[in-house]
């Protein structure tokens, strides 16, 4: 089913669309959300949508609306990935505008756009890998629950909640940990090229940043508001204005009945967070490793 495209603001011919990443970033189909109105995934719905954009002849630029704390490593890394590849195909500027939060992973895509555009009032910021995990074991013994798995070595079930970690598995767990967090450090090094990397590497160690330290520290290039992203798009290097085009059409894809008359009615994909049981070991996924802020 083809969606409706819907109209924010403007009037012209010449279009930005506005393309929401919210909550938890992953491949995980959950259900229904405003663009499909059935199962989807923030992976599958980014991806759909800018597969609809790149056909479009009047599209002049993107934002990213993003409110999330971040997701999958996997998930976040593609997404980055598509968005880029679509800047190069289609020759038109992203900037990505934050709202309450982009941590982590959120932030990781972010590093696709030509801008960033924090709200006053946004936390972002979070650079850094997380696995998370707890042991059980204790308490399972203090009731006669055994473990019986059977495995064919002894790091099989590495990350199992059921039995202590070893030195030498934490320290494999740890080198993972740490190869993911140098890709995420280069991505964010490549972004921010104007913040040295001394001072990047000090900031880069998993804490979060209101707008306004943000934009101290370089981490993200203004604040405002839906208005100023639009203003601040349409002078991005490689916004191409057709000639009497002053006013676009600020739009977004949808196959909701309802039609949203402001910016702030536009949502995305946000699947339910993960339960407590879910995130400590104990859901269909046991290991994951996060590029999410989850305090």
């Known amino acids: 089913m083809v969606p409706v495209e819907k ?44 597969s609809y954009a790149m056909e479009d002849p009047n599209l002049r630029a993107v934002i990213l609306k993003i409110n999330s704390p971040g997701g999958t490593v996997t998930a976040s890394d593609i997404i980055y990935r598509e968005i880029l590849e679509f800047k190069k195909k289609k020759h038109v500027p992203v900037l990505a505008l934050f709202m309450d939060t982009a941590a982590s992973g959120a932030y990781y895509i972010s590093m696709s756009s030509d801008y960033l555009l924090a709200h006053p009032t946004t936390v972002t910021g979070s650079i850094g890998v997380i696995m998370q995990g707890i042991n059980v074991k204790e308490g399972l013994d203090k009731i006669g629950i055994k473990d019986q798995s059977i495995r064919s070595g002894e ?14 598995q934490r320290k494999l767990l740890q080198g993972i940990v740490d190869n993911l967090y140098d890709r995420f450090f280069e991505v964010v090094k490549t972004g921010r090229q104007k913040v040295k990397e001394g001072d990047l ?17 370089g981490l993200v290039d203004g604040i405002g508001y839906f208005e100023d992203a639009v203003t601040v798009t349409m002078r991005l290097p490689g916004y191409k204005m057709t000639p009497g085009n002053a006013n676009p059409r600020v739009v977004f894809y949808s196959h909701a009945k309802e039609k949203p008359e402001t910016f702030y009615h536009i949502q995305g994909f946000s699947p339910e967070s993960p339960t407590l049981l879910e995130r400590v070991g104990f859901g269909a996924n046991r290991v994951r490793f996060l590029y999410m802020f989850s305090p």
């Open 7 to 50: 109209t924010v603001s403007g009037r012209d011919k010449d279009k930005i669309l506005v393309l929401p990443i919210e909550g938890i970033i992953s491949d995980d189909s959950r259900e229904g959300n405003i663009f499909t109105g059935e199962k989807d995934s923030v992976l599958s719905s980014v991806k759909l949508q800018l």
């Open 155 to 168: 790091n099989k079930a590495v990350g199992s909640p059921l039995e202590e970690l070893t030195s030498e």
């Open 201 to 217: 590497k000090k900031l880069a160690d998993g804490r979060i940043f209101t707008a306004s330290q943000a934009m101290k520290h």
